[in-house]
């Protein structure tokens, strides 16, 4: 290698690693560990220590495997390695763990049953797995996608030695056998096989696993909190012998368990904290120093993630000095917290420092109405690893129902939807469909349908006919004139659009269409009770009217400076100088699925505190004291990691009463003072902080006045959810409410107010 490169190298390692790191990048030899925390420089870790055993030790890299789990970051370290050597020519293998199993299969092809294979990628197996359930008429039991889940982690626990209930299910057992025989019949693979079959090897052929490990001496595994049983276990296979004796040079595997977040995938904490004693004697070595954030928001971090039990201890901290750099607003509602939410965007990009904002949620429902947000402030947005609400599937579904009620010519949403759910009238029917309709363009979606059914001469099969006839009758009493939320309902309910759903997608998608379904609902109930209080008929057409709108303003966003918005599993391994965590709630986050069990519960911690470090410079997390959920008024539990937060790090402000200037003020103040000790000294003596009125807070903020009191939560018929900011007394026992609704400030007789907390 060259000299010049080998001491540029090893000034790196002296001049641009702090310990901990060159502790993990010299080690030679051994088990190693390497728990390297959120921002703390992992990958520029794992990439010098094979620089190092290339050029420092003399390593050779076909001797060397690393191991990741994306393409993305597969390439990341090769670039990384190719500017510590100087050169792109003999490096060791570096690729998804995929990548190597397949690598494995392709250079002992006499070991398989079948020396030239395919590979079969998820749409293939779905395709397969389709015209097999067709075949065995099982399509109204169960998907392909669930079958495919059942499947792998059938295929998993063979692997691994442990009892399955696969076949407790006849149908799957029927459906696995044919899968497994038409693969074989086709000389292919899926993902699953590759992993199992490089693992069998190792298992049961002595010669290949002893070859192997005399080949390749040295392993590195990065972003082990991902791995899952299975991965674990090839690592086993590849660095210890028949006697669980440690046989090659190396081991290292860096990762950080506070950053697991995809047992849904699989993947388990266990295996980092299972690495010390399964490779013992291991060397642990913690890379704590963070080199994104400021302090205050490690602390913050480090303090909510200490909670958690199945973790390796350790503190992030930064040589990055701040103070109040986190604030939590306590909102009234749901749309109150997306307007905050956009206030604090405005309030940032006038300061025209070019600084990163990103939004985070748990969900993707949650994104519906901080979209209309941005869309009426016009800040234009992105939604990263995921689809804008209205041009969802189920969404963009259940509108083409609607825009027939309104429109019984729109061609374009009847081809949409006269075969979703699947009513088996096939391609050809949609043809005949379109030709039909060509040959009598001023004919409407019901008569041309009416004309298909009464066709002698090219008659419908009786099946087809009561498809078509099943059809037509989803659209009964429905027209433009009927309100959104009776026309939702009657749509999801007369085509059994939720059954569908859940038949066709596996169960985390399909309930996460489900809940875009019900939150489209709510939408729908805002609407209607926004006509209400304006005194409007809310009718299906002005609601399809204004989501068109919406649309529209959506086309016209420039392309540049897009505000990111995705879920905090989406934002891992990014970083923004602003983060905004929103729905901080019991049942939102953590999630209502994870209340069943403590390591449940922990992930969504960690979840937590992956969205928590994203942030730079700022952080905001907001929460709702109400949300509309499924068309009803439902107050919120405050989150109980906001609890964890560290009260003298960060700023909590109940702005329930607040309007949008205050909200602003409060948020220009924030982000604009420089000094700490002034930052909320003037607004706070123009806008005195009112006592939270959510379940928190039980101490009243004013003497109550026949049961009424300030920031109290009220409910009108008209103007809806409300909070009062003043009572004065009227005659006898009524009482001058005056309350702040969506629509502003209402002063009424307290006996038409429902007081709801």
């Known amino acids: 290698m060259n000299n010049d490169k080998k001491n540029t190298f090893n000034s790196f390692i002296q001049t641009a690693l702090n310990k901990p790191q060159q502790e993990a990048v010299l080690q030679k030899n051994g088990a190693l560990l390497v728990t390297a925390g959120a921002g703390s420089g992992k ?83 779905q395709t397969l797995l389709k015209k097999i359930i067709k075949k065995n008429n099982l399509a109204k039991y169960v998907s392909a996608s669930q079958v495919a889940h059942q499947i792998s982690q059938h295929k998993n626990k063979q692997a691994l030695c442990l009892q399955d209930d696969f076949f407790n299910f006849p149908y799957l057992k029927d459906v696995y056998t044919e899968y497994e025989q038409e693969k074989a019949q086709a000389h292919s693979f899926d993902f699953d096989d590759l992993l199992i079959n490089v693992v069998s090897l190792f298992q049961k052929n002595t010669t290949f696993r002893e070859n192997f490990q005399a080949n390749v001496r040295h392993v590195l595994v990065d972003e082990y909190q991902d791995t899952n049983h299975i991965q674990h276990l090839l690592l086993k296979l590849i660095a210890l012998n028949k006697e669980n004796q440690f046989c090659i040079d190396s081991v290292c595997a860096v990762g950080d368990e506070d950053q697991s977040i995809y047992s849904w995938r699989g993947a388990t904490v266990a295996n980092m904290l299972k690495f010390s004693s399964d490779f013992a004697p291991v060397t642990h070595v913690k890379i704590e120093q963070n080199y994104r954030s400021v302090q205050p928001i490690l602390e913050i971090a480090n303090t909510v993630i200490e909670h958690n039990s199945l973790r390796n201890p350790k503190k992030l901290w930064s040589e990055r000095a701040a103070s109040n750099r986190a604030v939590h607003l306590t909102c009234r509602s749901a749309e109150q917290e997306a307007e905050s939410v956009t206030q604090c965007i405005k309030a940032l990009q006038s300061l025209n420092n070019n600084k990163t904002i990103a939004i985070l949620y748990r969900t993707h429902y949650q994104s519906r109405v901080l979209e209309e947000a941005l869309l009426y402030h016009s800040i234009p947005y992105k939604i990263v690893g995921g689809i804008r609400f209205y041009e969802r599937k189920e969404i963009k579904d259940i509108l083409a129902y609607l825009k027939l009620i309104i429109n019984p010519f729109d061609k374009l949403s009847l081809l949409r939807i006269i075969n979703c759910p699947a009513r088996g009238l096939g391609q050809k029917f949609e043809d005949d469909l379109q030709t039909r309709w060509n040959q009598e363009p001023f004919a409407d979606c019901k008569g041309i349908l009416t004309m298909m059914l009464n066709d002698t001469h090219n008659p419908l099969t009786k099946a087809k006919q009561n498809a078509v006839e099943t059809f037509i009758q989803i659209f009964e009493a429905l027209d433009k004139e009927s309100s959104p939320i009776e026309a939702i309902d009657a749509i999801i309910e007369r085509v059994e659009y939720i059954s569908y759903l859940k038949a066709e997608y596996d169960t985390k998608e399909a309930d996460e269409k489900i809940e875009n379904i019900r939150e489209f609902r709510s939408s729908a109930t805002i609407f209607e009770s926004d006509c209400t209080a304006n005194q409007k008929k809310a009718t299906l057409e002005q609601f399809l009217h204004d989501i068109a709108l919406l649309q529209e303003k959506i086309e016209q966003q420039e392309p540049e400076e897009h505000i990111p918005l995705m879920t905090l599993h989406a934002a891992k391994g990014l970083e923004f100088d602003t983060v905004i965590i929103t729905g901080l709630e019991e049942n939102i986050l953590p999630s209502s699925k994870s209340l069943v069990g403590n390591e449940e519960l922990e992930e969504e911690r960690r979840l937590f505190y992956v969205g928590i470090t994203r942030a730079k410079e700022y952080l905001l997390v907001t929460s709702a004291g109400y949300r509309n959920t499924f068309g009803q008024i439902v107050d919120q539990i405050p989150s109980r990691f906001l609890q964890e937060m560290p009260p003298k790090l960060i700023v909590k402000k109940n702005i329930e009463s607040y309007n949008t200037l205050q909200i602003k003020s409060f948020l220009d103040q924030w982000l604009g003072n420089p000094s700490a000790a002034s930052r909320f000294m003037t607004f706070n003596a123009a806008y005195p902080m009112p006592k939270a009125s959510s379940q928190s807070t039980k101490t009243p903020t004013s003497k109550p006045q026949g049961g009424w009191q300030k920031n109290q939560r009220v409910m009108h018929t008209t103007f809806g959810m409300g909070i009062i900011v003043n009572v004065e007394k009227a005659d006898k026992d009524e009482y001058h409410i005056t309350a702040l609704f969506k629509i502003g400030k209402k002063t009424l007789l307290s006996s038409f107010l429902k007081r709801i907390s």
């Open 43 to 125: 990958t520029r870790v794992i990439t010098a220590r094979i620089a190092h055993l290339i050029l420092n030790e003399a390593i050779s890299p076909s001797s060397i495997v690393a191991m990741t789990f994306t393409n993305k970051a597969a390439g990341e370290m090769k670039e990384r390695l190719i500017g510590f050597l100087g050169t792109h020519h003999n490096l060791p293998f570096i690729g998804t763990f995929h990548a190597f199993c397949l690598q494995q299969l392709r250079s002992h092809p006499y070991l398989l049953p079948f020396e030239h294979f395919s590979i079969l990628d998820s749409d293939d197996q």
